[in-house]
């Protein structure tokens, strides 16, 4: 029998795309305190944050379909 996973695809996307608006503020903040160079800060967050979108995706999909930490009436 497939499982279904508890979030829609669309939910998964929406939640990385918020944590990635957070994650893309704090790193041109942290970027830019040491480098203070606008175009070197714009190159570390477009590449850092490009790749880490895609990974949390995948991250979020996978755990989607553990149960460990579920209850019950969740898992059906």
Known sequence: MKRKASEKHSRSIIKAISYRILSITVD???AYFFTRDVATTAGIVILVNA??????????RVWAHVRW???KDEDQ
Request: overall charge positive; glycine content about 12%.
């Open 69 to 71: 930490g579920r209850r």
């Open 28 to 30: 041109s903040l942290v």
């Open 51 to 60: 790749y880490s979108t895609f990974l949390y995706y995948g991250h979020e």
